[in-house]
Structures are given as structure tokens and as C-alpha cells.
């Protein structure tokens, strides 16, 4: 089973930028799709955005879509997520997780494996 490490969160400002790294191992970084996922406090987990393992498509949460941007770096077995004009709503744990052969799916329980999450926080 593939092990994902998230890093890059932090706490900013409404309008700053922040990039979270997920780097993975244990398995074939190109055979999986990859999601990120947040929860804030209280709520559920919801979908933020996921990228195909084979032609890099992407998709996108509404609330998202034109801030954040998702890519993998397949040489360094690594996806990202660049968060762009971040907005206090945007406050929560990140997870980045990883399905087999996965297409872009945006449902959490498509993905079979999951990292310990990071905290960003966007003040007002």
C-alpha cells in the first residue's frame, strides 16, 4: 500500500497562496490517481480536487475551481496543490490520498490510501 506524507500548510492571510506537497511511497507513484481532500471543524470531508494517473486530467471542487490548481510530478512521485487568493472558508485539514488506476474521482471512498493531513488556516 502506497504511504502519502503532506506538507506545505500553514497559516495565511485571505488574498495569500499557499502549495501543498504530497510526496508518496511504497508503490508505483504513476499507476494511481490522486485527490485532495479537506474537512474543516464539524464538517464532513469534502473533495477538492483530482488528478487522472494516466493523462493528468484534472477536476475540481466548484468552490475552488480558478484558485486552486492541481499537478503531479511523476519523477518525484509527488502531487501538488496550489491554492491561490485563499479565502477563510478555504480553513481546514488538507488530505492528499491515492487510487489505483484512478481516473480524477471526486468520492473519498474511491481512494485507498490516505496521508495524515495538513493544516491550513486563512484569517481574515
Known amino acids: 500500500q502506497v504511504r502519502l506524507v503532506e506538507s506545505g500548510g500553514g497559516s495565511v492571510q485571505a488574498g495569500d497562496s499557499l502549495r501543498l506537497s504530497c510526496t508518496t511511497s511504497?508503490?508505483?507513484?504513476?499507476?494511481?490517481?490522486m485527490g485532495w481532500f479537506r474537512q474543516a471543524p464539524g464538517a464532513d470531508r469534502e473533495f477538492v480536487a483530482a488528478?487522472?494517473?494516466?493523462?493528468?486530467?484534472?477536476y475540481y471542487a466548484d468552490s475552488v475551481k480558478g484558485r486552486f490548481t492541481i499537478s503531479r510530478d511523476n519523477a518525484k512521485n509527488t502531487v501538488y496543490l496550489q491554492m491561490n487568493s485563499l479565502k477563510p472558508e478555504d480553513t481546514a485539514v488538507y488530505y492528499c490520498?491515492?487510487?489505483?488506476?484512478?481516473?480524477?474521482?471526486?468520492?473519498?471512498?474511491?481512494?485507498?490510501?490516505w496521508g495524515q493531513g495538513t493544516q491550513v488556516t486563512v484569517s481574515s
Open positions: 490520498a491515492a487510487d489505483l488506476y484512478g481516473s480524477g474521482n471526486n468520492r473519498a471512498r474511491d481512494y485507498e490510501s
Open positions: 511504497g508503490g508505483i507513484f504513476s499507476t494511481y490517481g
Open positions: 488528478i487522472s494517473y494516466r493523462r493528468g486530467s484534472t
